[in-house]
């Protein structure tokens, strides 16, 4: 654990440094959600819980897979073919150690923006929401793991560090916009849950309206419990595939 402690120090200072990372993951939302919302801070309307927190849950949705394509998967590609990536595990002697690591660092990160555009967000609709602040931060200790698992399909990908950012936006651009297809049907809906970002929408929103005493149905339950282990196993296995050699380096 020492070691995973030593690298979560590393991975804290160098998310901190990312100054333009940071934006990307929290300013553009908020950006986006004055851009849409801000008309609300000068003629207040009146919204239920279900409704706040089901807009928020959006926004929660985006920056938290952001922040872990960003600064977990894409990055650990990065650092395969920089060679940091084969250092750090000659150090840690796991490629799990070096992935918890970042992600609990990435958990920390994760908080502080979560709480910061919450406390936009109820400024800007005129509410303190017991869901929107602890149903935010309860999504981060739920959901994270998973996502951050089901991401780890990316490590098979044998692509070179300029290839990154156009796998990021493509995979983004796509996830968002399958954000619109929708089903009644619990199998179908069970299927459009295998998109992270709806995965994050819809069990994001059912934490926090379970923190007002909204309990989810079975089916919603039944769903969570199948595609989280769906996306655990994706990410045991694409651990295990995940090289630390750079591509260049490879017979």
Do not use: D
Not at 119 to 127: A, G, K, N, P, W
Not at 165 to 185: H, M, Q, R, Y
């Amino acid at each position: 654990m020492n070691k995973v402690k030593a690298l979560y120090k590393v991975y804290i200072v160098s998310s901190l440094n990312s100054k333009i990372v940071f934006m990307y993951n929290l300013l553009l939302p908020i950006i986006y959600l004055l851009a849409t919302n801000l008309k609300y801070f000068f003629h207040p309307i009146h919204m239920t819980n279900q409704g706040l927190i089901n807009t928020a849950s959006y926004f929660w949705a985006y920056i938290i897979i952001v922040t872990l394509l960003n600064n977990v998967t894409f990055e650990m590609l990065g650092e395969r073919e920089s060679g940091y990536f084969k250092e750090m595990f000659f150090i840690a002697g796991s490629k799990w150690h070096i992935l918890l690591a970042n992600l609990l660092a990435q958990v920390t990160i994760l908080v502080s923006e979560l709480t910061l555009f919450n406390v936009v967000f109820s400024i800007i609709f005129h509410t303190i929401n017991f869901g929107i602040f602890l149903g935010g931060l309860l999504a981060i200790l739920v959901l994270t793991i998973p996502v951050t698992c089901v991401s780890c399909i990316f490590l098979i990908l044998r692509i070179k560090a300029q290839t990154i950012p156009v796998i990021e936006t493509i995979t983004l651009f796509g996830l968002f916009a399958l954000l619109s297809l929708n089903s009644k049907n619990p199998v179908i809906a069970t299927i459009y849950q295998l998109n992270p970002i709806q995965y994050l929408v819809q069990n994001s929103n059912s934490l926090s309206l379970l923190l007002l005493g909204n309990m989810p149905s079975s089916i919603a339950i039944f769903q969570f419990v199948i595609v989280t282990v769906l996306y655990i196993l994706v990410g045991v296995w694409g651990l295990s595939k995940f090289s630390i050699l750079p591509i260049e380096n490879r017979a």
